[in-house]
């Protein structure tokens, strides 16, 4: 066998060999190249159901915190009235960073980035009120408006993606009554725009510890 290998006959037949087996391990290269691309539409599926939860997760947290706020009713220190404070920190929007918004959809992708840029400047307009003014600018009034309507359309956003990725919205309490309480907000802000009511910025009284030592 080695002899027949070593005469002329003997290496073109070791030539086609090899020329077969490199033609066979190319075209079960090429075969292997392309299982990665047939798992890859249902990668993509699943990275943009995950980007999908955590992006209501987010925008459940932001909502939480939005009905917080318009529920906290400032404390005036009594030694100046133009000092205040409230008892729970501002609402924060903690969407996902770094991520592709469009896997979500142009229409749905776009909504939440506009979203945030709402959210933003929500936040820059209140800043801007000059608070030492009269009624402090009306800035009470209009930060339980900013973040009344931003707490319902996170709602909207919610309910849009839960039902476009097939998610369960968030469980809540049967006492937690947030669509109702910003409808009720909302609805006396439509009130009061129209002049026939005043807006309270709060319902209630405070059950907190007081910020501002009581001037005796």
């Known amino acids: 066998m080695v002899d027949f290998f070593s005469t002329t006959q003997g290496f073109m037949t070791l030539g086609a060999l090899i ?26 599926k699943s990275n943009a159901r995950n980007l999908a939860m955590l992006t209501v997760l987010a925008l459940d947290d932001y909502v939480g915190a939005c009905y917080a706020a318009v529920h906290d009713k400032p404390e005036f220190n009594p030694a100046d009235q133009v000092e205040f404070a409230f008892h729970l920190p501002e609402p924060v929007l903690n969407l996902p960073k770094d991520v592709e918004w469009r896997s979500l959809g142009d229409d749905l992708g776009e909504e939440i980035l506009w979203f945030s840029n709402r959210v933003r400047n929500h936040e820059n307009a209140l800043e801007s009120l000059d608070l030492a ?44 009554h947030q669509a109702e309480g910003l409808a009720k907000i909302l609805h006396a802000l439509e009130r009061t725009n129209a002049g026939t009511a005043p807006l309270t910025a709060t319902v209630g009284t405070a059950n907190v510890t007081p910020l501002f030592p009581k001037i005796l």
Do not use: Q, W
């Open 19 to 44: 020329g077969a087996g490199s033609f066979a391990l190319g075209a079960a290269g090429g075969s292997m190249s392309k299982i990665p691309g047939l798992f890859r539409p249902r990668d993509k």
């Open 133 to 176: 003014r009269k009624d402090h600018d009306s800035f009470f009034e209009r930060r339980v408006e900013g973040y009344a309507r931003l707490a319902a359309r996170a709602m909207d956003l919610i309910a849009r993606v839960c039902n476009e990725f097939d998610l369960t919205l968030p469980d809540k309490p049967d006492y937690y």
